[in-house]
């Protein structure tokens, strides 16, 4: 069992399509992050969330952080075929340096 | 600047050979983080370095997994001997110190042992 569960593990749409991925724990963390990973490369930080509650926007982008820290959702508007890849999320529980990953949500934006 | 270096980008040996993996990080980042990636288990962490010391290796498979940073621009992972359950994307990632939970990633070494 995971300790992050992220849902959906795969989703396909169209271009120009919402979207919204979901990140879910028993436990809390303090602090989440959310990677990009594209074929043949290495995860990309997009964005980090510390505080319960908090909302932070990258262009298309909407990361949401819930209020018990235990949560976190990601949501594209108008999703581009440069979206395609696998979004992960992680959390750290210590304030340390270890993080722990979830499973992984592979996203398919179709021309 | 240059961002994590890893090398081979691809390894292909066969079973009880010897495997060693390299990693240098970005210059300035204190603590270091090597990663295994598979489809079953995905993303997982075997082992990090603060400060070029070893701090958690409690992901380190077993005995025939080993890392070394002899300093801070050079870290290595070693498999010997390997066998074909350690076929696997092997990622290094660096940080910061004092923000420790914003880790950058290699690209990614990808090793298939037959």
């Known amino acids: 069992t995971q300790l992050l569960e992220q849902s959906p593990q795969f989703l396909s749409i169209q271009e120009g399509e919402n979207l919204t991925v979901y990140c879910n724990s028993s436990s809390v963390f303090s602090s989440l992050q959310w990677y990009r990973q594209e074929p043949g490369e290495g995860p990309v930080l997009l964005v980090t969330v510390v505080t319960g509650g908090e909302v932070k926007k990258l262009k298309r982008l909407t990361f949401q952080f819930g209020d018990a820290r235990k949560d976190s959702s990601l949501h594209i508007t108008a999703a581009q075929t440069g979206d395609t890849g696998l979004y992960l999320c992680?959390?750290?529980?210590?304030?340390?340096?270890?993080?722990?990953f979830g499973g992984g949500t592979r996203v398919l934006v179709k021309p | 600047d240059a961002g994590v270096i890893q090398s081979p980008r691809h390894e292909v040996t066969e079973m009880g050979q010897e495997v060693t993996l390299r990693c240098k990080p970005i210059s300035g980042h204190n603590s270091l983080f090597w990663y295994r990636q598979t489809m079953m288990r995905g993303l997982e962490l075997l082992i990090y370095?603060?400060?070029?010391?070893?701090?958690?290796d409690s992901g380190m498979p077993e005995d025939r997994f080993s890392a070394k940073m002899p300093n801070a621009s050079f870290s290595t992972l070693k498999i010997q001997p390997s066998e074909p359950r350690d076929s696997a994307v092997y990622f290094c990632?660096?940080?910061?110190?004092?923000?420790?939970?914003?880790?950058?990633f290699g690209p990614g070494t990808r090793l298939t042992v037959t």
């Open positions: 992680a959390g750290d529980k210590t304030a340390g340096n270890k993080l722990t």
């Open positions: 990632a660096s940080s910061l110190w004092d923000i420790p939970y914003e880790q950058y």
């Open positions: 370095f603060n400060n070029n010391v070893p701090i958690d």
